[in-house]
């Protein structure tokens, strides 16, 4: 069964740092493209960024509001994603979903983690 | 980057009713479009990818249609289980973006 599961949530002052991991399962992590997209407390969804596979070298792409301040890794041996995120703003509150998206010529985005809540605030 | 419009953001219908959510994009994003499905306190859950192609799982209550810049979504019958909201995003090139939602109601 593909799972996904995130996990490091909570409160942080603005200017903090957090790192969330994303668990992975049931599948074979190095061949899929993820996602990270976030929801602000009664938002709508906003995608944060993406690591591609093996294949294409797991090279990152960021929304403009976190470029610089978001970084994606991955450890495929540990079948473990992550999101640091560094200089944390007050909007950045929100609940983190990590999403398994899929691969080049195939991109379903089919499988979503529970989510984690980082809440920035003084 | 590409803007995503839903419409309409909100709409009320009963049970049995056929529902259908447009979204459009600022540009052509040819058939990279996603839909999905959120209720209340979970995460989305996918329902349509490349605009047409029904996710594994999903009932065949749910269509996609469009390509280019004019997309819908259709509920052929609504069920109680269908009371949700509902996003398109594209993924036709960085940044994706997602539509503003559509919130469907029981009448």
């Known amino acids: 069964e593909v799972q996904l599961v995130e996990s490091g949530g909570g409160l942080v002052q603005p200017g903090g740092s957090l790192r969330l991991s994303c668990a992975a399962s049931?599948?074979?992590?190095?061949?899929?493209?993820i996602d990270w997209v976030r929801q602000a407390p009664g938002k709508g969804l906003e995608w944060v960024g993406r690591?591609?596979?093996?294949?294409?070298?797991?090279?990152?792409e960021y929304a403009a509001s976190v470029k610089g301040r978001f970084t994606i890794s991955r450890d495929d041996s540990q079948n473990s994603l992550y999101l640091q995120m560094n200089s944390l703003k007050t909007e950045d509150t929100a609940v983190y979903y990590c999403?398994?998206?899929?691969?080049?010529?195939?991109?379903?985005?089919?499988?979503w983690g529970q989510g984690t809540l980082i809440t920035v605030s003084s | 980057d590409i803007q995503m419009t839903q419409s309409p953001s909100s709409l009320s219908a009963s049970v049995g009713d056929r529902v259908t959510i447009t979204c459009r994009a600022s540009?052509?994003?040819?058939?990279?479009l996603a839909w999905f499905q959120q209720k209340p306190g979970k995460a989305p859950k996918s329902l349509i990818y490349a605009a047409s192609s029904l996710q594994s799982g999903v009932p065949s209550k749910f269509s996609g249609s469009g390509s280019g810049t004019d997309f819908t979504l259709t509920i052929s019958s609504l069920q109680p289980e269908d009371f949700a909201t509902y996003y398109c995003?594209?993924?036709?090139?960085?940044?994706?973006?997602f539509g503003g939602g559509t919130k469907v109601e029981i009448k």
């Open positions: 995003q594209h993924y036709k090139s960085y940044p994706f973006t």
């Open positions: 690591t591609r596979n093996k294949v294409n070298s797991y090279t990152t």
């Open positions: 999403v398994r998206a899929g691969y080049s010529g195939s991109f379903k985005f089919d499988y």
């Open positions: 049931g599948f074979t992590l190095s061949d899929h493209y």
């Open positions: 540009q052509d994003i040819s058939y990279y």
